[in-house]
């Protein structure tokens, strides 16, 4: 019945069947059955962006994903863009490995130390300033790291 939900072996069955007519682009009534869109147009009608997938290095803390960030920031040309809930806040150096400014050796290492303690932060700040960050750096012809640990926003 039309509207009726298909199981997946109906669906290749009705697919195979359309494939083998003489014209499998339109129905007997000359109504269109497949109709062919790029990949852009499907975007372009769902609102979705065509911003590339961001590489994440995520792990617990103290592994040494900073370290590992630094060594592919310097080979691939990246800029790290930390996720970590307690690197945000100012003033919170102990115990959130938080990278000295010795350990990034001049590297670009965005949103940390940018909120103050007092401050109410939430994920869905953090989502609007880590898109401006990471668009930011495409903007210059680089890539984004995300760097995090197991509490990462």
Same mark, same amino acid.
Request: with cysteine; glycine share 8%; proline share 7%.
């Given at each position: 019945? &039309?509207?009726?939900?298909?199981?997946?072996?109906?669906?290749?069955?009705?697919?195979?069947?359309?494939? &083998?007519?003489?014209?499998?682009?339109?129905?007997? /009534?000359?109504?269109?059955?497949?109709? /062919? $869109?790029?990949?852009?147009?499907?975007?372009?009608?769902?609102?979705?962006?065509?911003?590339?997938?961001?590489?994440?290095?995520?792990?617990?803390?103290? $592994?040494?994903?900073? &370290?590992?960030?630094?060594?592919?920031?310097?080979?691939?040309?990246?800029?790290?863009?930390?996720?970590?809930?307690?690197?945000?806040?100012?003033?919170?150096?102990?115990?959130?490995?938080?990278?000295?400014?010795?350990?990034?050796?001049?590297?670009?290492?965005?949103?940390?130390?940018?909120?103050?303690?007092?401050?109410?932060?939430? &994920?869905?700040?953090?989502?609007?300033?880590?898109?401006?960050? $990471?668009?930011?750096?495409?903007?210059?012809?680089?890539?984004?790291?995300?760097?995090?640990?197991?509490?990462?926003?």
């Amino acid at each position: 019945m &039309a509207g009726d939900r298909l199981e997946e072996e109906a669906m290749r069955a009705l697919f195979q069947n359309l494939m &083998a007519a003489e014209n499998p682009y339109v129905c007997p /009534h000359g109504r269109p059955t497949v109709i /062919h $869109i790029s990949r852009n147009e499907l975007d372009l009608k769902f609102g979705r962006s065509k911003k590339p997938l961001i590489p994440a290095l995520v792990g617990p803390t103290a $592994i040494g994903k900073t &370290a590992v960030a630094l060594e592919l920031a310097d080979r691939l040309n990246l800029e790290i863009v930390s996720c970590d809930s307690r690197q945000i806040y100012r003033h919170l150096d102990i115990g959130t490995g938080k990278p000295t400014r010795e350990e990034l050796r001049g590297h670009p290492y965005h949103l940390i130390d940018f909120v103050e303690l007092t401050d109410v932060f939430s &994920a869905a700040r953090y989502r609007v300033e880590a898109e401006k960050v $990471i668009d930011n750096i495409f903007a210059r012809g680089k890539l984004p790291l995300v760097v995090g640990g197991p509490d990462s926003i």
